[in-house]
């Protein structure tokens, strides 16, 4: 069936980095953008970044742009997000989503904490 | 930015009654590009609406949304034990997506 699944999340202590990946199946990959999107504990959704289907643009929160690159493998149907100087405030559950809105992955956990 | 300003913030309500939830948007919503989400505690989003007003696969048809330009609006018919949960409006008009803040609907 159609999904994502994101992986990589875990505990990490502040200024270190961590690599989050997004495993896409069950439709073609290379036809769609793909946007990473947070959620801190309590609070809303966050928007953090987008890497359309053919990689020709990238675009990033104010939050994390410098720190954390987006960017995808169309052989392997993987998304990735590179995060870089790590903060507390970077806490999160981080979601994957299709640019069609219809297709979330269910998240990945990642705790920045010394 | 397109900013999504949602009210009310908290809606208590019983089963059974009507819920109205409205999105304000700072400028207008290219070509109604604008969803809305259930979110419970511990699960993802989970898309109703999209296009402004269409519903998402299997979502059930007391789910409703209207609207365009800069106000759109969420519509409960009658509210069923598992609706009660946070909504959140987005919009994906451009690159840059954004979210509302979410309106909680809780058991009154």
């Known amino acids: 069936q159609v999904q994502l699944v994101e992986s990589g999340g875990g505990v990490v202590q502040p200024g270190r980095s961590l690599r989050l990946s997004c495993a896409a199946s069950?439709?073609?990959?290379?036809?769609?953008?793909i946007h990473w999107v947070r959620q801190a504990p309590g609070k809303g959704l966050e928007w953090v970044a987008v890497i359309w289907y053919d990689e020709s643009n990238k675009y990033y929160a104010d939050s994390v742009r410098g720190r954390f690159t987006i960017s995808r493998d169309n052989s392997k149907n993987t998304l990735y997000l590179q995060m870089n100087s790590l903060r507390a405030e970077d806490t999160a559950i981080y979601y994957c989503?299709?640019?069609?809105?219809?297709?979330w992955g269910q998240g990945t956990t990642v705790t920045v904490s010394s | 930015e397109i900013v999504l300003t949602q009210s009310p913030g908290t809606l208590s309500l019983s089963p059974g009654e009507r819920a109205t939830l409205s999105c304000r948007a700072s400028q207008s919503v290219s070509s109604s590009y604008l969803a809305w989400y259930q979110q419970k505690p511990g699960q993802a989003p989970r898309l109703l609406i999209y296009?402004?007003?269409n519903r998402a696969t299997g979502i059930p048809d007391r789910f409703s949304g209207s609207g365009s330009g800069t106000d759109f609006t969420l519509t409960i018919s009658r509210l069923e034990p598992e609706d009660f949960a946070v909504y959140y409006c987005q919009q994906y008009g451009s690159s840059f997506w954004t979210f509302g803040q979410g309106t909680k609907v809780e058991i009154k």
């Open positions: 296009g402004a007003s």
């Open positions: 069950g439709f073609t990959f290379t036809n769609y953008g």
């Open positions: 989503a299709r640019d069609s809105v219809d297709v």
